[in-house]
């Protein structure tokens, strides 16, 4: 059975940085890639980066390059998402996804993690 | 970065039959974009729908269909039962930017 289980909501000040987990179950790891979607409140979803587990290749959105970092550790089967310098307007839930090889298929999701950005 | 464009808002009656829409700010949506389908419930993860323009995850409702309709992918409800109120997003893939971009999503309120 395949899970995506994230780590728990954060709550952070301006300036900080946070480091949100996706640990990955029940298939191999290093076969699917894994996106991270975010969702501010009452919003709509963005695409903000992408990992390959297998080859650590990583691609970021236009808007989020410089800001964050995804990294993987295979022995852990997780993925990371750190997000630095943390804004009011970085206040969402963040979803990973995996994406099947070859089919752009996103087909499980993990439960969402809330990073809360206040002063 | 391209933009991608949904109806923010439907309404449909229970029975009856709607078609959603996803447009590119730089060209028709292909097959090529590998278009994808999510329904969104408030409070819970986005649900996979549709991948690949037109394929059906194994849970999706046989309601459901994803298609190419001129130069915008689309997906058809029908018919439309009242648990299908939700928000709908589409995805595509911008291969040659390596780039994936979600609509602004549709708000479906079945009435």
């Known amino acids: 059975q395949v899970h995506l289980v994230q780590s728990g909501a954060e709550v952070k000040r301006p300036g900080a940085s946070v480091k949100l987990s996706c640990k990955a179950s029940?298939?191999?790891?290093?076969?699917?890639?894994i996106h991270w979607v975010r969702q501010a409140p009452g919003q709509g979803l963005e695409w903000i980066g992408w990992?390959?587990?297998?080859?650590?290749?990583?691609r970021y959105s236009p808007k989020s390059q410089g800001r964050i970092t995804i990294a993987r550790d295979t022995s852990a089967t997780s993925v990371y998402l750190d997000l630095n310098n943390l804004q009011t307007e970085d206040t969402a839930v963040y979803f990973c996804?995996?994406?099947?090889?070859?089919?752009?298929?996103?087909?499980?999701w993990g439960q969402g993690s809330l990073v809360t950005v206040s002063s | 970065q391209p933009v991608v464009t949904q109806e923010p808002s439907l309404t449909v009656s229970p029975g009856g039959t709607v078609t959603l829409t996803c447009s590119s700010s730089?060209?028709?949506?292909?097959?090529?974009?590998?278009p994808n389908w999510f329904q969104q419930k408030p409070g819970q993860a986005p649900r996979p729908l549709i991948y690949?323009?037109?394929n059906k995850h194994s849970w999706t409702p046989a309601r459901f269909s994803g298609s190419l309709l001129g130069d915008k992918a689309a997906l058809t409800l029908s018919p439309v039962q009242p648990e299908d109120e939700a928000d709908y997003y589409c995805?595509?893939?911008?291969?040659?930017?390596?780039?994936?971009?979600f609509g602004g999503g549709t708000k479906l309120t079945v009435l």
């Open positions: 995805l595509v893939f911008y291969g040659g930017r390596h780039q994936w971009v």
């Open positions: 029940g298939y191999i790891f290093t076969d699917y890639g």
């Open positions: 990992i390959h587990p297998g080859s650590a290749e990583t």
């Open positions: 730089i060209g028709a949506v292909t097959s090529d974009l590998s």
């Open positions: 690949y323009t037109s």
């Open positions: 996804t995996r994406e099947a090889p070859g089919s752009r298929n996103y087909d499980y």
